[in-house]
């Protein structure tokens, strides 16, 4: 199994950059396709953004793309998701979220903690 830890979040002006990091231990993520998922009070969670194990492949939901950028890491075991131009509305809980699968979309089976990122307008 990977444990996944995730770090960066913060209180951020609209407009402004944060940078979040997901650590992973217990093994190597590159054998999983990772995903970022946000889930705000009374909402949804909803997928973010994805990259695939093998080939690099790179979702994004439409409300983020243009802003934020998926990276994975695979020497250092990390991926990180740079959030530009942050708006209010991107104010959520972000889950850093591993799988075996290829497919970027559908359910993932591990998870971390999360990490609250809060965008003041």
């Known amino acids: 199994q990977v444990q996944l830890v995730e770090s960066g979040g913060g209180l951020v002006q609209a407009g402004g950059s944060l940078r979040l990091s997901c650590a992973a231990s217990?093994?190597?993520?590159?054998?999983?396709?990772m995903g970022w998922f946000r889930q705000a009070p009374g909402k949804e969670r909803e997928l973010a953004a994805a990259?695939?194990?093998?080939?690099?492949?790179?979702y994004y939901a439409d409300s983020v793309k243009g802003r934020f950028t998926i990276s994975r890491d695979n020497a250092k075991n990390t991926v990180d998701l740079q959030m530009n131009a942050l708006k209010p509305e991107d104010s959520a809980v972000y889950y850093c979220?591993?799988?075996?699968?290829?497919?970027?979309?559908?359910?993932?089976?591990?998870w971390g903690q999360g990490t609250q990122v809060t965008v003041s307008s």
């Open positions: 979220a591993a799988k075996s699968l290829e497919i970027l979309r559908g359910e993932y089976d591990y």
């Open positions: 217990g093994r190597t993520i590159s054998t999983y396709t």
């Open positions: 990259i695939s194990r093998r080939l690099g492949i790179t």
